[in-house]
């Protein structure tokens, strides 16, 4: 079955600073990828995916993610954090072989003014 | 996207009562899901919820206990019965567009409270 691993519990960064949350998975072929946040009180809002193709993927609010094979990593980053990116964020993956996604845990993301 | 609705929003129902959760989703959709989300934690899928037959449950849930229905392409419900205080969660339906490539839309949530 797939797993996915998010290591940090929060991740706090300065506003306008990098932000990257951590993200490593296990399956039993290739995977697809998801990133998806929570804002408080809301349902999850889908970011990005990886699929197939190049491993930088850009999503919704200045969001991109890096697929790394051999270090089976799917690592969230944006360049410049916004106070508004305060949410808590779950990677997500899927096995080609059935319907199911696989969420971490969370990270709990708080952007310091 | 698609636009997902959850119906209720919120409850607090008393131990040994159910409760049916709708979800109702403005286009025809591929696959329905429902997921857990406990207090703090992640989503745990509960079944995926297949037009016209059985649900297919995951490990650990039943059919007699978190009985789901989806009668069209549209609208699924799941009633999560004979409650108890460890039912307290939010119960998210999910779904997934034709051409959507495996992206899942989650609606917005019921936060269930037993007392």
């Known amino acids: 079955a797939q797993s996915v691993a998010q290591p940090e519990d929060q991740v706090n960064v300065a506003e306008g600073n990098p932000l990257t949350v951590k993200c490593t998975y296990s399956?039993?072929?290739?995977?697809?990828l998801f990133w998806y946040v929570q804002y408080p009180n809301r349902g999850l809002q889908f970011l990005l995916k990886y699929i197939t193709g190049d491993n930088l993927v850009k999503g919704s609010y200045g969001f991109e993610a890096e697929f790394n094979k051999s270090q089976t990593s799917f690592h969230l980053k944006k360049p410049s954090a916004l106070v508004s990116d305060s949410a808590l964020y779950f990677c997500?993956?899927?096995?080609?072989?059935?319907?199911?996604?696989?969420f971490g845990k969370g990270n709990q993301v708080v952007v310091i003014p | 996207s698609a636009v997902i609705s959850q119906k209720p929003s919120r409850d607090i129902c008393q131990r040994g009562t159910s409760l049916t959760i709708q979800c109702q989703v403005d286009?025809?959709?591929?696959?329905m899901f429902w997921y857990r989300q406990q207090p703090g934690q992640s989503l745990t899928l509960i079944a995926t919820?297949?037009?016209?037959?059985?649900?297919?449950?995951e490990s650990g849930f039943v059919i007699d206990k978190f009985p789901i229905s989806r009668p069209n392409l549209t609208f699924s419900t799941l009633t999560v019965s004979n409650m108890s205080p460890e039912d307290s969660s939010i119960y998210l339906c999910?779904?997934?567009?034709?051409?959507?490539?495996?992206?899942?839309?989650f609606g917005p949530g019921t936060r269930l409270t037993v007392t």
């Open positions: 999910s779904v997934e567009l034709e051409g959507s490539s495996y992206e899942q839309y």
């Open positions: 997500a993956v899927r096995d080609l072989g059935n319907n199911r996604l696989a």
């Open positions: 286009s025809q959709v591929t696959m």
């Open positions: 399956v039993s072929g290739n995977p697809y």
């Open positions: 919820a297949n037009q016209g037959s059985e649900a297919t449950y």
